[in-house]
């Protein structure tokens, strides 16, 4: 057994005077003194290939997610709007999440003005950051090579290139959560409780990002400093306190603002039943998540423990490498496992404060705390949340191959680097088998490719360097080339809407909606184009109202990319990833100019140029222009014409505002101008199914007293009811 007290530990003071010594380019460009000369290089290197990839085709999907792209729009108009992350200007209800995600979307926006590459580009930044932190996490305890297979692997990952390029909470969370094990195994490294207070910072900023699933790795890293600490256990625990003080600091300001604020002067809580936001982050956001019991959801998952279907997949021990999320996220996830036994056991007689073993630990506990809630959660869940494994299984693997590299003239680290190339390769067998039609031929070589690395591997010991460097060269192409496939028809996709899954389609269901109340948070429509005035069927807006033009952000090899692939990923217009006429079952409910499904709650509407036309005419006379039910609908038509939009329900049409009474007011007061109908299997606009609530909710209320009581009014496919001019009857 070794403790592996010869791998390179990291500068310390002793280099202090090699580094002052330097100019700061050349600081820059060489890095440490005793790096090789081509570490630094490759590293920048590595970043400038991963910026180009995740920009590469970036404006085909335009606005992405149009519930988040509005709420950023309407931050870049006002002020209150980004504090409060309200979808609307005119900040009658917010997002379903705080609203830190929205803060770097928000500034881009207000600067450069509304684009698709105002919107995505904070993503991509985010996604080189997080790079760059896990190689300067791994290079300080392994080699440059085990921090560049570190960046390899995280930028290869299927799902890592969909969600960096997607305007999605995921993104900032994937990175402080990153951010939060660097600045853990840092304190780690000699007790100084600055990186404590750093780690507890991140999480609280996570926390403003996506809640409680910041705190899912909070558990094993505190006890693995409480144990492993090179401090006194007294200082060890105190340090925790501070850190959990800096947290609640970071992540607890905003909240305290908002309950505190007077509910009457800010913007509705989205998601949440009683205008609270400290209900949406324990109850629906929260506990819900786990139990299924999510109030105004459009369905939970399968029972924990269990293995049962729901409407968001079944859940189990196998859930990660099941049909709907194995191809996003599990390609390496095997070799992830199995190298974290490998560093356990090979560090496990080391000294109690050994950093090699602490690296494994961290990163390793993340992952499998993580992926252990991901898959038992019964309530809402979908397959791009697992972005979040990524930074842990990328660090396992630079780690992992690392040690073990370094103990190849050991037959059983052979044996270990050969039994995770077979399983890797055996697997992206698996997995490419469920896209038989998608590259055929790559199939059958990866695992040809693999199995003949991993006999190179195996007698690693007894070969030259040269045949045995060729050995790992195979193992590590047979291991990348299915999620690298993968990953290259991500980045050529354009991706929209409520649903969205990285490669081709498996023809799994995924369940619909996204991070929030059957919806928001990720869905997967290529552009269609040519829809209703240039309308993409996600409401991208149209480019002067000419039909068959581009859409801003949206590029016309985009959009004829999402015509060529729509069938190769399983989408239906409107429908879901997989199910074939998904969208069919919800039309009546979104009408032709819904364009999305269930009726505008997963893809909101197109938007044509009459109907652009009428809602813009007197814009300004209005404090919302228009109202819809469902926040992709009011999206839709927000981000197509520039001005307010209230989204009546909040995202699915389920939460109760503004109440009857309410809106009455707003039209007294001549507040609103249309109201966009919900269809009903007409020409409507497409609503957010009259509202989950049903006949009794606030939203079905509301609709059905505009319909009574307010004249019909067409523009193009779309039905409005004009709230300025009464029907000559009465009533309510």
């Not at 890797?424 to 695992?447: E, K, M, S």
Request: glycine share 16%; aromatic share 10%; net charge positive.
């Amino acid at each position: 057994m070794t403790t592996l007290d010869h791998l390179p530990a990291p500068p310390r003071g002793a280099t202090g005077h090699a580094r002052s010594a330097r100019s700061l380019p050349q600081r820059v460009w060489r890095g440490r003194p005793e790096d090789p000369r081509w570490a630094r290089p490759a590293f920048l290197g590595m970043l400038l290939a991963i910026t180009a990839a995740y920009l590469w085709n970036l404006s085909a999907s335009g606005y992405a997610n149009s519930f988040y792209s509005a709420a950023a729009q309407a931050g870049s108009q006002s002020w209150k709007a980004f504090f409060f992350g309200s979808l609307d200007s005119a900040n009658a209800i917010t997002v379903d999440k705080p609203p830190a995600t929205l803060w770097p979307m928000a500034l881009s926006v207000r600067v450069f003005g509304l684009g698709s590459w105002a919107i995505l580009f904070p993503q991509v930044l985010m996604g080189v950051a997080t790079a760059g932190v896990l190689y300067a996490s791994v290079r300080r305890r392994f080699s440059a090579a085990a921090g560049l297979i570190t960046m390899a692997v995280f930028a290869l990952t299927p799902v890592a290139a969909l969600m960096f390029r997607f305007n999605n909470p995921d993104a900032l969370l994937a990175l402080l959560m990153t951010v939060t094990v660097y600045c853990v195994l840092r304190a780690m490294e000699d007790g100084r409780t600055k990186w404590l207070v750093w780690a507890g910072v991140a999480v609280g900023l996570a926390f403003l990002s996506k809640t409680l699933q910041a705190f899912l790795i909070l558990p094993p890293l505190a006890v693995l400093y409480a144990v492993f600490a090179p401090v006194s256990v007294r200082r060890r625990f105190g340090q925790l306190g501070l850190s959990a003080l800096s947290m609640l600091v970071a992540g607890g300001w905003w909240v305290a603002i908002v309950e505190l604020w007077p509910a009457s002067s800010r913007p509705y809580i989205g998601g949440s039943q009683n205008n609270s936001f400290l209900e949406l982050t324990f109850g629906y956001n929260g506990l819900g998540r786990i139990n299924g019991d999510e109030t105004g959801s459009v369905g939970g998952g399968g029972g924990p423990g269990g293995g049962a279907g729901g409407q968001w997949g079944e859940t189990g021990i196998g859930r990660m490498f099941n049909s709907e999320i194995g191809s996003q996220i599990s390609w390496l996830l095997p070799a992830a496992l199995i190298l974290l036994v490998a560093g356990v056991w090979l560090t496990w007689r080391a000294k109690r404060t050994d950093p090699v073993r602490a690296a494994f630990l961290a990163w390793g506990s993340s992952l499998l705390m993580t992926a252990g809630v991901f898959s038992f959660m019964a309530g809402i869940f979908h397959q791009y949340y697992t972005v979040a494994l990524v930074p842990y299984i990328a660090a396992l693997i630079g780690m992992g191959v690392s040690v073990l590299w370094e103990e190849r003239s050991r037959w059983w680290a052979g044996a270990a680097l050969a039994l995770t190339v077979a399983v890797t390769a055996w697997w992206a067998y698996v997995l490419l088998g469920r896209t038989p039609d998608y590259l055929p031929w790559l199939r059958t070589t990866v695992l040809a490719a693999g199995l003949l690395g991993a006999v190179g591997l195996l007698l690693a010991a007894r070969l030259g360097r040269q045949l045995a460097l060729a050995a790992v060269g195979l193992g590590f192409a047979a291991s990348l080339a299915g999620p690298v496939a993968y990953t290259l028809n991500t980045l050529n996709t354009g991706h929209q809407g409520s649903i969205v899954t990285a490669g081709p389609s498996a023809g799994g269901m995924g369940g619909f909606g996204g991070g929030g109340r059957g919806g928001p948070g990720g869905g997967m429509r290529p552009p269609t184009g040519n829809q209703q005035g240039a309308g993409t069927g996600m409401g991208m807006p149209p480019t002067g109202g000419q039909q068959g033009q581009p859409q801003p952000g949206t590029s016309q090899q985009g959009q004829q990319q999402g015509r060529q692939q729509g069938g190769q990923q399983g989408q239906q217009p409107g429908g879901m990833p997989g199910m074939p006429g998904a969208g069919e079952r919800f039309r009546g409910a979104g009408g032709r100019g819904g364009g999305g499904g269930m009726g505008g709650l997963l893809n909101g509407a197109s938007v044509d140029a009459a109907a652009k036309k009428l809602l813009t005419a007197n814009a300004d006379d209005y404090t919302w222009s228009a109202a819809a039910i469902g926040s992709q609908n009011a999206a839709s038509y927000q981000l197509a014409t520039g001005d307010p939009v209230m989204a009546i329900g909040g995202f699915n049409g389920s939460d109760p505002s503004p109440t009857l009474s309410q809106f009455k007011k707003y039209v007294e007061d001549g507040r609103v101008h249309y109201f966009i109908s919900s269809g009903e299997g007409g020409e409507g606009g497409g609503g957010g199914m009259g509202g989950m609530g049903g006949s009794s909710g606030t939203s079905s209320k509301i609709s059905t007293w505009v319909e009574a009581n307010f004249k019909k009014v067409t523009a193009g496919s779309a039905t409005f009811y004009d709230l300025t001019r009464p029907e000559t009857k009465s009533g309510d």
